[in-house]
């Protein structure tokens, strides 16, 4: 497996429009294998294809006991409204609240071509939503209100100078994967990062 580099806000990939997987190819398998890798080492908790440079309708997810990969995936249900604060691995050290469906129904195949469907609320509903989202192009940044958006791209601006190329390089791991930091807990930020402060 291998570390990916994640491409920052900025990066055009990050707003174009996914392409559907026609085939599932080892191919397709080997770099899902490495978004799940990469996620691990960005202490993330979801990772979608175009953060990682790719095309495919595909990310992964690893939040509330499910790691799964999601291929093709659609939005086929949703219920309620909520607030969570998200953020995302694409857009480093920025937090803000944005509102969506609380329980969401998705489809999709896994890594074999077999159509599932999942049903979820809380942070991995949240996940979900938020990745499918990258596979349109969209940011959670674009769901915020004028103020806040304002708000968060003030932060983003300093936070940018440290990825001048726009790529986040992860750094080799000195620890084994069982000795990583665990996931973060229901009711920390959801999206695709990890909590702005590690809970004890
Ligand atoms: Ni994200």
């Known amino acids: 497996m291998a570390r990916l580099d994640i491409h920052l806000f900025g990066s055009p990939i ?6 559907r997987v026609a085939h599932i190819t080892p191919e397709l398998r080997r770099l899902a294998d490495d978004m ?5 080492a960005a202490n993330g908790i979801g990772l979608a294809a175009p953060q990682v440079g790719r095309r495919e309708r595909l990310f992964v ?6 790691r799964q990969a999601f291929v093709n995936p659609e939005l086929v249900g949703a219920e309620g409204r909520n607030k969570w604060e998200e ?4 857009i480093p050290e920025v937090y803000a ?9 998705f489809r999709a ?3 074999d071509g077999v159509w599932f469907e999942v049903t979820a609320g809380d942070l991995l509903g949240r996940c979900l939503q938020h990745e499918l ?3 349109a192009g969209k940011l959670f940044l674009d769901r915020l209100s004028l103020l806040k958006r304002r708000a968060a791209l ?4 300093e936070e940018k100078l440290n990825y001048p190329a726009l790529r986040r390089v992860l750094p080799v791991d000195a620890l084994p994967p069982e000795q990583a930091p665990p996931a973060p807990a229901a009711g920390t930020p959801a999206g695709d990062a990890a909590p702005p402060t590690p809970t004890p």
Do not use: I, K, N, Y
């Open 61 to 66: 997810v690893d939040v509330d006991g499910v």
């Open 14 to 19: 990050l707003r174009q429009e996914a392409e």
């Open 97 to 105: 609240e944005v509102e969506r469906p609380s329980t969401v129904t």
């Open 36 to 40: 799940f890798e990469t996620m691990r």
């Open 133 to 135: 989202d990258h596979l």
């Open 87 to 90: 953020g995302c691995l694409s």
């Open 154 to 157: 003030r932060q983003w601006d």
């Open 109 to 111: 195949q896994d890594l």
